[in-house]
């Protein structure tokens, strides 16, 4: 089964400063994809970022952008140019590609609480 | 504005009643998910249906009941077998394949006493 792992259950930054959440995951398949995801105090989970695994390049959003390396089954965040807004609980998610039953399921990490300092 | 809407956002339950959180998508997906999420912990997938009239088991089930009868509707059912039922309940919706991400409804918030 695949696990997704966020070691870092906090982090804080100065606002406009850039931070970069950790997300790594096991996995024995070769096609799946990453996302990323930001949990508000509304608690409404939103898409940050995807990332398809047979893609190279990185995926970026604006201020967002990841750092994937497949060989290492890493996954992390990059946020620039932090804004007050981007407070949130943000979990790094996991799916297979692959057509089986119930491959279509996420699966989450733990979570890292960003906080951003005025 | 499509979207998915759960109702109602917060319930209250008094311990041995069964009570049924709503779900419903106007996004025209076909699967269907429902998620658990507990203080410091990530989500837990409960149910998932990937067409109407079918349903498979997630990880922590067990305690829980769901229908498909609608592409519309997902109902999540917490019985009174569940152990410990209180917990924030999001229900997703996608595309059933590619690379395509769920959408979340706002949740439910079920508080058990």
């Known amino acids: 089964a695949q696990t997704v792992t966020q070691s870092q259950p906090e982090m804080s930054v100065q606002e406009a400063e850039t931070v970069t959440l950790s997300c790594t995951y096991d996995t024995s398949e070769s096609d799946y994809y990453l996302f990323w995801y930001k949990q508000p105090p509304s608690r409404q989970m939103i898409l940050v970022i995807r990332?398809?695994?047979?893609?190279?390049q990185n995926a970026t959003e604006n201020r967002f952008s990841v750092n994937f390396q497949k060989a290492a089954k890493s996954f992390s965040l990059k946020i620039s140019d932090s804004q007050l807004g981007d407070a949130a609980m943000y979990f790094c998610?996991?799916?297979?590609?692959?057509?089986?039953?119930?491959?279509?399921?996420?699966?989450f990490g733990q979570g890292t609480r960003l906080t951003i300092n005025p | 504005d499509g979207g998915i809407t759960q109702s109602p956002k917060y319930l209250f339950r008094k311990e041995g009643q069964n009570v049924t959180l709503s779900c419903e998508q106007n996004l025209n997906h076909d699967a269907m998910y429902w998620y658990r999420q507990d203080p410091g912990q990530g989500l837990r997938l409960i149910y998932y249906?990937?067409?109407?009239?079918?349903?498979q088991k997630g990880d922590i089930a067990e305690g829980y009941s769901v229908s498909r009868e609608k592409k519309e509707s997902f109902p999540l059912t917490v019985t009174s077998a569940q152990k410990n039922p209180t917990a924030f309940y999001l229900c997703a919706s996608s595309i059933f394949l590619g690379p395509y991400e769920q959408y979340f409804g706002p949740g439910t918030r079920l508080t058990v006493t």
């Open positions: 990332q398809e695994a047979y893609k190279q």
């Open positions: 998610a996991y799916r297979s590609a692959e057509d089986k039953g119930g491959a279509q399921k996420l699966v």
């Open positions: 249906s990937q067409i109407v009239n079918d349903f």
